[in-house]
């Protein structure tokens, strides 16, 4: 009997919900005949959103479904920025000083050839680079045989022989000084692009996946190139038979030619991945705050592992780099190596 008089209740009120701001529409002036039409409709809302509750009593879900709403739009809001932030575009944000559209150049053969800002973080890495190196260089030139670098040439100086003993050398072996200019370069380079894609308003161009694929690139035709001049052709073509029988080679030729493209893919998806994933946690945890609307979460939560991910992520940056350079020693090592060639490496 009770809930026949709440469902009573319920026709009840929605059938006062209609006339009423019907009754009204005709009493007022025409301008304000769209807002009473609004009425009718978050009227009929109201009404339907109106559920029997267990007890007998009435529940009513709009503020519930408004603040679902409100959550969702958050959500919805920090993923544009997160994808904004992450992804590469023609505008460069400075936020709330303004923005900068970049050029857009006509298509050449169908290729979209215009700058964006990955590209502008490519150039700047390179610029840096050049006058960094220009004037380490510059201050060898000026020390005597007795003097000892200091500051950043010293510094320069343990990167670089950190790469050439326990990269180069090491995974390389007899030889290695000619790949030497090749991996210093590309480590700097990954170095560099991943410390400043973590300063405000910068960008990461290591994670563009056409920067570590062409980064890739280049190492996997060095690779080939060296193992060509190290065993010449029918060396070669033999390796890709990895020593079996001809019976064999139907199994074994596909398997080798697909490793040889696995290196470089490995070597482009393994940069891209840890750059992208770093910078997608730390927005990721800012944004939590403002999507639960709390300061206990902010405080608790947000802030103190953001910085915990964003000191982690200097750290990656250094560790991609190095693995980046490493891999890319590897290959070159175990293309160019020849019989007997573990015990030379060790040698050396």
């Known amino acids: 009997m009770k809930r026949e008089k709440v469902i009573q209740a319920q026709s009840f009120l929605k059938v006062l919900a209609l006339l009423v701001p019907l009754l009204l529409n005709a009493y007022v002036p025409a301008s304000a005949s769209d807002h009473a039409a609004g009425g009718v409709h978050a009227a009929a809302v109201h009404a339907d959103s109106a559920m029997p509750a267990a007890d007998g009593g ?3 879900h709009g503020t519930e479904g408004a603040a679902n709403e409100a959550v969702a739009h958050e959500e ?3 993923g544009d920025v997160i994808m904004h932030h992450i992804l590469d575009s023609h505008v460069f944000a400075f936020e709330p000083f303004g923005e900068i559209h970049l050029p857009r150049l006509p298509l050449l053969f169908g290729i979209d050839i ?3 800002k990955h590209v502008v973080m490519l150039w700047i ?4 680079l050049l006058v960094v190196f220009a004037a ?7 020390m005597t045989a ?7 040439a010293n510094a320069m100086e343990a990167l670089v022989e950190f790469i050439r003993l326990d990269v180069a050398k090491s995974n390389i072996g007899h030889g290695y000084e000619k790949h030497l200019p090749y991996l210093l370069t590309v480590f700097m380079f990954i170095l560099l692009c991943n410390l400043l894609g973590l300063i405000p308003y910068g960008a990461t161009a290591t994670g563009n996946i056409n920067v570590t694929l062409t980064l890739a690139v280049f190492t996997f035709f060095i690779t080939q190139t060296a193992s060509l001049k190290a065993h010449g052709l029918k060396g070669y073509l033999q390796h890709l038979t990895a020593g079996t029988h001809w019976s064999l080679w139907i199994i074994m030729i596909p398997i080798e030619v697909i490793g040889l493209f ?5 070597l482009t998806v393994r940069l891209f991945a840890n750059m992208t994933a770093g910078h997608i946690v730390i ?3 800012i944004f939590i705050s403002f999507i639960l609307k709390s300061y206990i979460v902010a405080a608790a939560v947000s802030v103190p592992f953001s910085i915990f991910i964003y000191l982690l992520e200097i750290f990656v940056a250094f560790l991609q780099a190095f693995i980046f350079t490493m891999l890319s020693a590897l290959f070159i090592g175990l293309a160019t190596v020849h019989e007997g060639g573990d015990a030379e490496v060790a040698h050396h």
């Open 58 to 60: 009435v529940l009513l």
């Open 76 to 78: 919805e809001k920090a």
């Open 114 to 116: 215009s700058i964006t």
């Open 125 to 128: 890495v390179s610029v840096i």
């Open 136 to 142: 380490v260089g510059g201050t060898y030139k000026k």
């Open 146 to 152: 007795r003097q000892a670098p200091g500051g950043l």
């Open 262 to 266: 696995t290196k470089p893919f490995a």
């Open 283 to 285: 927005l990721s945890l």
